[in-house]
């Protein structure tokens, strides 16, 4: 079993609809998760961090987070073409393990 | 404040060379690491560095060494190429708190093709 799991997609939303990413993990010491955003190319740039259970909400985009599922997932409301994108999920192996393990990332698309 | 920068940007190797992919951060970070990246396998830690002074490996450390060679800066080597290492390299630092796993932040990788 993979550490970090995600569907890899393509997933496709209609602009200005709302976009569910969902991301597993193994690990039930991990506290600490983090979705990167990566266009085609390019490095990976922080969306959210996320360390307790709920929801935290930073403009368009919402991270759920539910240790007792192991389920971490990003929402994106409002999407617009500018956020198709491979959006990445990673956890950390342990309480302040400075370590990520990364998911294969889930590729979207915002159809205009 | 430039981030974390990585030279070269690209680099096409021939099989048996070696060569030294470099890394320098300006955020005062304590932690630096090496990631590569393959076609829908996402990011695969190579090696990091917790602090100055040491080196640890990752999940796939074979077929390279690396070099804390100060805060700023953490070098990755290739000693003898091989075609399985062509990819995209990315370099990424973060700072150390201690009770949480920090941000990375990631530099604009280096893509290396070996023929």
């Known amino acids: 079993q993979k550490e970090v799991e995600q569907n890899s997609g393509p997933l496709s939303v209609p602009e200005g609809a709302i976009a569910s990413l969902n991301c597993t993990y193994s690990?039930?010491?991990?506290?600490?998760f983090f979705w990167y955003r990566q266009y085609s190319g390019k490095s990976p740039e922080l969306i959210m961090s996320?360390?307790?259970?709920g929801d935290k909400e930073d403009g368009r985009f919402t991270a759920q987070l539910n240790k007792a599922s192991q389920y971490v997932s990003l929402l994106i409301r409002d999407s617009q073409p500018s956020d198709s994108a491979t959006y990445l999920c990673?956890?950390?192996?342990?309480?302040?393990?400075?370590?990520?393990?990364f998911g294969q990332g889930t590729r979207l698309t915002i159809n205009p | 404040n430039a981030g974390v920068t990585q030279t070269p940007k690209f680099q096409v190797l021939k099989t048996g060379q070696s060569m030294t992919l470099q890394c320098a951060q300006d955020?005062?970070?304590?932690?630096m690491y090496w990631y590569r990246q393959d076609p829908g396998m996402g990011l695969r830690l190579i090696y990091y560095?917790?602090?100055?002074?040491?080196?640890d490996k990752g999940e796939v450390p074979n077929g390279y060494n690396v070099s804390r060679l100060n805060k700023r800066e953490f070098s990755l080597r290739l000693e003898s190429a091989a075609p399985s290492q062509t990819s995209v390299y990315f370099c990424?630092?973060?700072?150390?708190?201690?009770?949480?796993?920090?941000?990375?932040?990631f530099g604009p990788g280096t893509r290396l093709t070996v023929l």
């Open positions: 990424a630092s973060s700072q150390k708190t201690g009770w949480s796993t920090d941000t990375q932040y």
């Open positions: 690990d039930r010491g991990s506290q600490s």
């Open positions: 996320i360390y307790s259970n």
């Open positions: 990673a956890v950390d192996l342990m309480k302040g393990a400075q370590k990520l393990v």
């Open positions: 955020m005062n970070h304590n932690s």
């Open positions: 560095s917790a602090s100055e002074g040491t080196t």
